[in-house]
């Protein structure tokens, strides 16, 4: 069973668009939570963590259900930057210091003009 | 944001041969660095935690003669995969978290990440 299970996709809406991208994990013991974004052939980059008590960037916002293991990512007003792969991160390790990070396999999005 | 640099970007190599990559934390401490690999469409897969001036531990499942890891120093890891086969071909990637001063390490920072062809 994969630690991180994500929707591959893909994802194709317009812009302006609002779009939901979900995820479980099956580690009941993971410490903390992120969503990147990698874009074709790159490294993944932060695009925020994710907290118990929902949190927002701007256009967007990212839930944590510790119950029931899920996390979600809304990006509102799409871009067609936006265009990217999401991944969902989870880390299992303890303590102030981040450690070892286990990915979901990405949603792909792609915003259309 | 802190900078990790990861050398070479791509590389082919023949089946048989050996490959070092390089992962180095540019301007920050880096007592702990993580290697992943990703192949197409899939995630990236933690493969072993790499701890400066100690042996690397390895995820289940990676062979450890394998992909040797080094992390002599607190600003580089390597990375080198021995006897590479055709399937080894992958993305490789590294990942280092910050030690002290400015640096708070709730951030993962990538390197740039190698692209390994095996031929």
């Known amino acids: 069973r994969k630690e991180v299970e994500q929707d591959p996709g893909p994802f194709n809406v317009p812009e302006g668009a609002t779009v939901a991208f979900n995820c479980t994990y099956s580690n009941s013991a993971s410490q903390s939570f992120f969503w990147y974004r990698q874009d074709c052939r790159k490294e993944p980059k932060l695009l925020m963590s994710?907290?118990?008590s929902g949190n927002e960037d701007g256009r967007f916002t990212a839930q944590l259900n510790r119950a029931s293991q899920y996390i979600s990512l809304l990006i509102r007003d799409s871009k067609l930057s936006d265009s990217a792969t999401y991944l969902c991160?989870?880390?299992?390790?303890?303590?102030?210091?981040?450690?070892?990070?286990?990915f979901g396999r990405g949603t792909q999005l792609t915003v259309w003009p | 944001g802190a900078v990790v640099s990861q050398h070479p970007s791509w590389v082919i190599c023949k089946s048989g041969t050996s490959v070092k990559i390089e992962c180095r934390s540019l301007d920050f401490q880096a007592t702990t660095m993580f290697w992943y690999r990703q192949f197409p469409k899939q995630s990236l897969m933690l493969m072993a935690t790499?701890?400066?001036?100690?042996?690397?531990?390895?995820e289940q499942g990676v062979e450890k003669d394998k992909f040797l890891i080094n992390h002599a120093s607190l600003t580089l890891s390597t990375l080198t995969v021995t006897s590479a086969h055709p399937e080894d071909s992958s993305f490789y990637i590294c990942?280092?978290?910050?030690?002290?001063?400015?640096?708070?390490?709730?951030?993962?920072?990538f390197g740039q990440g190698t692209r390994l062809t095996v031929v």
């Open positions: 790499s701890n400066e001036g100690s042996k690397a531990t390895y």
């Open positions: 990942s280092a978290n910050g030690q002290g001063g400015w640096l708070i390490a709730t951030e993962a920072f």
């Open positions: 994710v907290y118990s």
């Open positions: 991160v989870v880390n299992l390790d303890r303590g102030s210091t981040l450690g070892r990070l286990y």
